[in-house]
Every structure is written in structure tokens, then in C-alpha cells.
């Protein structure tokens, strides 16, 4: 079950996306009967769905309205009316990134990490009763907003797939936490299967449907993008996509590497050799893991000129992981999962280029390096403790020293990424 808290997190949601298809709709000049009765329904999906979410999780989420709300009317419109009806203070960290692969709104709401996409469906009305499980709701919906929706199809099909929910539950969390050791034969035999599988043939809880909509179902013998996933997972719900289109050469390799050796830990576990600690050790990326490391810094003058700054520059890293793969000395370029962000306050320009090519000797001492992962314990290259998030308050304090002559409040986001070499590779080419 849902905590209290997470609850009245969405239900708060639900009221403030009802609220935007009305003054959308008001403003486009719709009719009284019409704007009255748009609607606007808030979804689940993902972990939270599932229910095998933890206490700091993000609960992803999607906004469903009728077919006159657009894309723009939810960048330009939702953002300042989440602020206005939400209680004072509670929406934080508040970044829009309209140009993702699924665009998407992220923020925290009185602390709970909302990642918040949108879909438009080819009807009049969405009455909050609708369910997304009938195809035919599909028609006429335009491919980006089929990607949306799928979130909440795949999640509920999934859930009506599997034997025993209960089970499933158990091994999703532990193969998702590493935390869980009440379903040891389920997670020797993911480790074993998964690790042995011969990609890029695909994984399919079921055959691949055909559908009454011209809808792009995947199929790598008609789409040659389909050809070039390297670990294909096949949604179950219609219309098919693949859920690990952005798995690279290097992240493939890194996901093999990782089965492997899990596996060998379970056998071990098994034979009473090791305990199930062992398989649930913390990674090593920032102690043992690369000798040699890229760190792409994002900067900014304002924090918030630096949460819509900095959530761009990662939605780029994917592409530059690409093309470092093209480097002939690269094996591989392990991106982190999470960016480190910091505040730092100098007095010239040329500090200000420093601190941009990754020089630290400016950071504040009152506030430390924070990660983007609010239950994250782990440390970056410079082996800096990481506490929590800076709080708004705080940040109108640092920019308010930006008013002492010559002083500057630069922010910045870092984003890591472990290179090994080919065998005989030069790290100055690379």
C-alpha cells in the first residue's frame, strides 16, 4: 500500500492537473459544457506501480488530457500552476526538459521525487475514471504519447502476466534493491538466464500482438532501428516497443560482466560458501572500478538557470557515451547514474573558467557536494561527503552574497563517466 504521505502527494496532483485542462481549455475559448467537463487524469507506472518502490524512490507519473491540451500548453502552463496550488515550499528542484526522448517535468514534492510525463489522447474528454487497458483508446494518439502511455499499459500487464504476484514482487525488489533475499531460486535462475541469453535475441513475456492502429509495433525485420538494440526487452502491452533501446556497446558489456558475477555469487551462496551480503555490496565505481575517468561539469549563475541547464547536459551524456565508443583505445565508457552538485563562490572570471574545467578549490565549505540521489551514500572522484539536498532557503542566501563586490555564486552539476582502454590503448588519444 501506498504511504500516507505519497498519497496525498498524488491526489494533490490529480486536483492541479484537473485545474490545467480547465484553463487550458478556458483559454483556447472551448465551450462552458466542454471545459467543464475535459477532465485530466494522473497515472502510475514503474516501481510505484508495481509496488516495489522504497522510501526515496521517484514515482513516475503521467498526465493524460483530452486532444485540444498540447505538449507547449503542459511546459508553459503546468509548471507555474504546480507552484501556485501546491503548498508554499513543498515543490523544489522543479526542472522541465522539454527536449528529452520522452520529455518530461522533474521536481520533489514536500521531498517526494516526482518524475511527471505527459500524453494527449484523440478524445474529447478524459473522465477520471478512464483506464488506458482498451486498445482502442489508442487511436488516432500520436507515437510520442504512445511511448507515455505505454508506462501504465506495460506496468498493469506485467502485474496480470505473472503467476504470483507476491513472488514476482519479492524478486523484482531484490534484483531492483539489492536488498532481498527471500527469493534466492528466482534470482539464481534471473541471474542465469539473463546472464546466459543469447542477445539480441529478445526477451518477451508474451508473442508480439498485432493491433487495429497504425501503430509502430517493433519489428526488426520492417524497421531498421529495431536492428540496432542490443538487449532487446519487448514491452507486453500494445503497440510492442523496446524498453532498453538506449543500452549501448559499453553498457552491454557492463550488464553481461555484472550477471556473470552475480551468478557466481548466488552459486556460492548456495554451496553456504558466501552470504547473501556479499551479493548485496556496495559497487566500486568511484574506488576500484576505472583508472581513468571523464567528468563532464554543467555550470550556472543561478540555481535555476542550473536545474534546467544541467538536466539538458544529461540528457545529452547517452550521445557522448556513443561517441567515445568510436575511440579505437576505448573498451568501454561507463557512465554514473547520478550527477554531483555543488555550489562554489569566487571573486573573478578567470576563477569562474576554473571551476567550469572541474577545479574545486572554490567550493563552499558550509555546503558540500550533494547528489542528485537523495538517498545516495556514494562519493565522487574527489572523495568529498555527500549530505542532502541544498534547500531553497539556502540557495536565495548564496545568490544574495553575489551583491559583495566581485563575488560570484557559481553552481554546478557533474557527471562521471569510467573509461577502460583497449588492451595496448592510450589514454591521451582517448
Not at 553498457?251 to 557466481?264: L, N, P, Y
Request: proline share 6%.
Amino acid at each position: 500500500m501506498a504511504a500516507p504521505q505519497q498519497t496525498t502527494v498524488l491526489e494533490s496532483l490529480q486536483r492541479i492537473t484537473t485545474q490545467f485542462v480547465l484553463e487550458v481549455s478556458k483559454k483556447k475559448g472551448l465551450g462552458d459544457a466542454v471545459v467543464n467537463s475535459a477532465g485530466g487524469k494522473i497515472f502510475t507506472y514503474g516501481s510505484y506501480r508495481l509496488g516495489v518502490y522504497g522510501p526515496g524512490s521517484d514515482i513516475d507519473t503521467l498526465v493524460v488530457v483530452p486532444k485540444h491540451v498540447t505538449r507547449e500548453d503542459f511546459f508553459e502552463y503546468f509548471p507555474p500552476l504546480l507552484n501556485k496550488m501546491a503548498p508554499p515550499g513543498s515543490i523544489e528542484e522543479l526542472t522541465p526538459v522539454p527536449d528529452a526522448f520522452v520529455p518530461i517535468i522533474k521536481f520533489e514534492y514536500s521531498g517526494i521525487s516526482i518524475d511527471l510525463i505527459f500524453a494527449r489522447l484523440a478524445v474529447p474528454q478524459v473522465p477520471i475514471d478512464l483506464t488506458l487497458k482498451d486498445k482502442g483508446m489508442l487511436r488516432g494518439v500520436e507515437e510520442r504519447d504512445l511511448r507515455s502511455v505505454n508506462g501504465t499499459r506495460v506496468t498493469d500487464e506485467i502485474l496480470e502476466l505473472v503467476p504470483q504476484q507476491k513472488v514476482f514482487k519479492y524478486a523484482l525488489r531484490a534484483v531492483k534493491l539489492w536488498a532481498q533475499t527471500t527469493s534466492s531460486t528466482i534470482l539464481d535462475k534471473f541471474f542465469r538466464i539473463i546472464g546466459q541469453w543469447h542477445w539480441p535475441r529478445p526477451v518477451l513475456l508474451k508473442a508480439i500482438e498485432d493491433g487495429p492502429l497504425n501503430a509502430r509495433v517493433w519489428n526488426p525485420k520492417i524497421y531498421k532501428g529495431d536492428r540496432y538494440h542490443l538487449m532487446p526487452i519487448i514491452t507486453p502491452a500494445y503497440p510492442s516497443m523496446c524498453a532498453t533501446h538506449n543500452i549501448s556497446l559499453s553498457t552491454k558489456k557492463i550488464i553481461s560482466r555484472e550477471m556473470d558475477r552475480a551468478a557466481g555469487i548466488v552459486d556460492q551462496i548456495v554451496k553456504k560458501q558466501l552470504q547473501w551480503k556479499d551479493l548485496f555490496s556496495r559497487h566500486s565505481f568511484f574506488t576500484s572500478g576505472y583508472k581513468y575517468y571523464l567528468s563532464i561539469v554543467a555550470a550556472s549563475r543561478t540555481r535555476e538557470a542550473q536545474l534546467i541547464w544541467s538536466g539538458l547536459v544529461e540528457s545529452k551524456v547517452r550521445l557522448l557515451i556513443s561517441s567515445l565508443e568510436n575511440v579505437e583505445s576505448v573498451e568501454l565508457a561507463h557512465p554514473f547514474i547520478k550527477g554531483f552538485e555543488r555550489v562554489h563562490r569566487c571573486r573573478t572570471e578567470d576563477e569562474v573558467e576554473k571551476i567550469t574545467n572541474g577545479d574545486l578549490s572554490y567550493q563552499t565549505e558550509d555546503l558540500k557536494t550533494s547528489t542528485m540521489d537523495p538517498d545516495s551514500e556514494d562519493k565522487p572522484a574527489d572523495g568529498v561527503d555527500i549530505p542532502v539536498h541544498v534547500s531553497s532557503e539556502q540557495n536565495a542566501s548564496d545568490e544574495k552574497k553575489d551583491d559583495g563586490e566581485g563575488s560570484h555564486t557559481v553552481y554546478t552539476t557533474t557527471y562521471y563517466v569510467g573509461i577502460e582502454l583497449a588492451l595496448g590503448g592510450d589514454p591521451s588519444r582517448a
